[in-house]
């Protein structure tokens, strides 16, 4: 009976200057992303009969349900988060699929020009978003789609679909091209390729692509309190934005209480795909 070896493990490198400089500039960087988010988190937790007016950087008291409370009263955030709910879902899924598509048809597929095509899509990031106010304020006005959760969805799945295409092309370049071949050879129609083989391979990058423009659709305020004006339309940060309208009345805690009480959903949305997000790099790394 053959006796088990024992590995060895592998002596650990030995800490170089470099090597710590770079661990020692990564805290420093962790500690300056997160001190906006443990300010907000401390301030949020004071109850707003207790606020002196000063930022705080220590926990005084507990609030935060109280100041989540009246954040949701006062600015009525049920139906807003609603509507950002159904805009970022409706819209990011209407980009992911567009993006999946168009990266489908420039990277996998015999078309000319494909590098005219990429540039021509992702050139919708490249300006500010703030260029295009005036001519859809005035193109919803005349149109019928101002305040209307129609053109909310339009503009959202427009500005969230050249970043979407961007991850959705990149992802598709790193995909073996026998398997395309090699199905091509066999009779698939382009349909089929797409359908069948890859949508499944690239569902991991869609679930990622999907996190960051429902994330980034979430957070909009530009459009949102540009082209709407009801209560009943308006995404969830327009109507926070006009709770901090109410900055004297209700009181900073109450505004971070409210502003924590929206990123929830974002929060649980990344640690649901985070998965995803791992498998990718595994398999692409």
């Not at 000063?54 to 009263?73: I, K």
């Not at 698939?188 to 949508?199: G, P």
């Not at 109450?254 to 929206?262: Q, Y």
């Amino acid at each position: 009976m053959a006796t088990p070896t024992l590995r060895r493990r592998a002596p650990r490198p030995r800490p170089t200057p470099g090597r710590v400089l770079r661990r020692a500039a990564l805290v420093v960087i962790s500690v300056l992303w997160a001190l906006p988010t443990w300010l907000l988190l401390v301030n949020a937790l004071v109850p707003a009969a207790d606020y002196g007016g000063t930022p705080l950087w220590w926990p005084q008291g507990f609030g935060l349900f109280d100041n989540m409370a009246q954040a949701w009263t006062r600015a009525d955030l049920g139906p807003a988060m609603g509507n950002s709910l159904l805009y970022a879902v409706t819209s990011a899924g209407a980009a992911i699929l567009v993006a999946t598509t168009a990266a489908f048809a420039t990277v996998v597929m015999p078309v000319k020009h494909k590098t005219l095509w990429f540039w021509l899509i992702y050139s919708g990031t490249l300006l500010p978003l703030q260029v295009f106010l005036r001519p859809l304020f005035l193109a919803y006005a005349n149109t019928g789609l101002y305040d209307a959760q129609i053109g909310l969805f339009l503009v959202y799945s427009a500005i969230a679909i050249p970043f979407a295409y961007f991850i959705m092309r990149n992802f598709a370049l790193t995909l073996a091209p026998e398997i395309i071949e090699a199905a091509r050879m066999d009779g698939a129609s382009w349909w089929r390729i797409f359908r069948q083989i890859h949508v499944p391979l690239s569902r991991s990058a869609m679930v990622a692509a999907f996190v960051f423009q429902f994330v980034a659709v979430w957070n909009d305020l530009l459009f949102g309190i540009t082209l709407s004006t009801s209560s009943n339309i308006r995404p969830v940060m327009a109507a926070l934005a006009e709770l901090q309208g109410n900055y004297a009345g209700v009181g900073p805690p109450v505004v971070l209480g409210g502003a924590l009480l929206v990123s929830l959903p974002t929060v649980v949305l990344f640690f649901s795909a985070q998965r995803f997000f791992v498998s990718s790099l595994k398999l692409h790394g």
